[in-house]
């Protein structure tokens, strides 16, 4: 289905890496857009209004012309996606960004996001921060880092939607207090997948 004419409302949190996802795919598709900020520091993801359209409580959120609501993020960017490049037409191939996007939801955002979010927005000091994150973090970063040691994206040889997703927490990994040069190889990955989405680099 084509999305290029659609009329497009997204309901996110600009700090939020799961809805930048959402910016991303619609931008480098050019899939017009109206974002609506929600704060979910402010709990704003916690009124009524919000939960008649997520009862959930969490951003992102769509709504589409036709007035229908979906969420989840990387539910959202497949479906902006459908047909598109940043699909891969090999079955196999799109299978394996398959693997990545429900590895980047169970293990990678858990680790990353939270620690950042615990960091930088709640300004939890180390002593309030569950020891065993900033290992789960690690050992995503060196799963990744191994992964792309002989590969410049996550499947195949094109940008995909496995590398938007994984890009989207990963590029603020300073802000959870991980230094990616002990990554090198992920760190490459980065600047070169902000420099194909067109967005400025996060350090």
């Known amino acids: ?3 290029d004419n659609a009329a497009l409302t997204v309901y996110g949190d600009s700090i939020s890496g799961n809805c930048l996802k959402i910016k991303f795919v619609a931008d480098r598709l050019g899939i017009p857009y109206d ?3 929600v704060s979910v520091l402010a709990k704003e993801t916690r ?5 008649a359209m997520n009862p959930a409580g969490q951003v992102p959120v769509v709504r589409f012309a036709n007035n229908n609501v979906l969420a989840q993020s990387n539910a959202i960017i497949l479906h902006l996606a459908e047909g598109s490049d940043l699909i891969p037409a090999d079955a196999f191939e799109r299978a394996q ?5 429900f590895w980047e939801q169970y293990s990678h955002e858990p680790a990353i996001a939270v620690l950042r979010f615990q960091k930088h927005y709640l300004k939890k000091p180390d002593s ?3 020891a065993a ?3 789960r973090c690690a050992a995503v970063l060196t799963l990744m880092n191994n992964h792309l040691a002989d590969r410049s994206h996550f499947v195949g040889r094109t940008l995909s939607l496995a590398d938007v997703a994984l890009v989207a927490y990963t590029r603020f990994a300073h802000q959870a ?4 040069a002990q990554y090198p190889d992920v760190r490459a990955w980065v600047r070169r997948i902000e420099a194909e989405l067109k967005i400025q680099h996060a350090q």
């Not at 009124?47 to 939960?51: A, L």
């Not at 960004?97 to 996007?101: G, I």
């Not at 207090?177 to 990616?180: I, K």
């Open 1 to 3: 289905m084509s999305l």
């Open 35 to 37: 974002w609506v900020e």
């Open 47 to 51: 009124t009524p209004e919000f939960r």
């Open 97 to 101: 960004m398959y693997q990545w996007l």
């Open 128 to 130: 309030e921060i569950d």
């Open 133 to 135: 994150l900033p290992k």
């Open 177 to 180: 207090g991980l230094d990616l």
